[in-house]
Nanobody, 116 residues
């Protein structure tokens, strides 16, 4: 069993910053990658940023240059630094962990609201 605990969401003005955190705990034996996804009503969940156990990263085109993903492998924790936030960034953000030889787990999501 694996649990993901997310924190850092909230309300911020356009142009501001937020930092999301996600800590995984439980039966974690081998991690392939961790990432952040977001979803708005009526839309599919989309990749925001992902980082592998080797440190390679992927970003959605819409957030490149503004968001940075990082991780602490020893703590099984992933962070998302979000700068220059735009109203279109508003969504529920979900943390994900990919376990080798096992399955993926998802957090419950944290709301990010950006006011203009």
């Amino acid at each position: 069993q694996v649990q993901l605990v997310e924190s850092g969401g909230g309300l911020v003005q356009a142009g501001g910053s937020l930092r999301l955190s996600c800590a995984a705990s439980g039966s974690i034996f081998s991690v392939n990658a961790m990432g952040w996804y977001r979803q708005t009503p009526g839309n599919n969940r989309e990749l925001v940023a992902r980082i592998t156990r080797f440190g390679s990263t992927d970003y959605a085109d819409s957030v490149k240059g503004r968001f940075t993903i990082s991780r602490d492998n020893a703590k099984n924790t992933v962070y998302l630094q979000m700068n220059s936030l735009k109203p279109e960034d508003a969504a529920v953000y979900y943390c994900e962990i990919e376990l080798r030889y096992s399955r993926d787990y998802w957090g419950q999501g944290t709301q990010v609201t950006v006011s203009s």
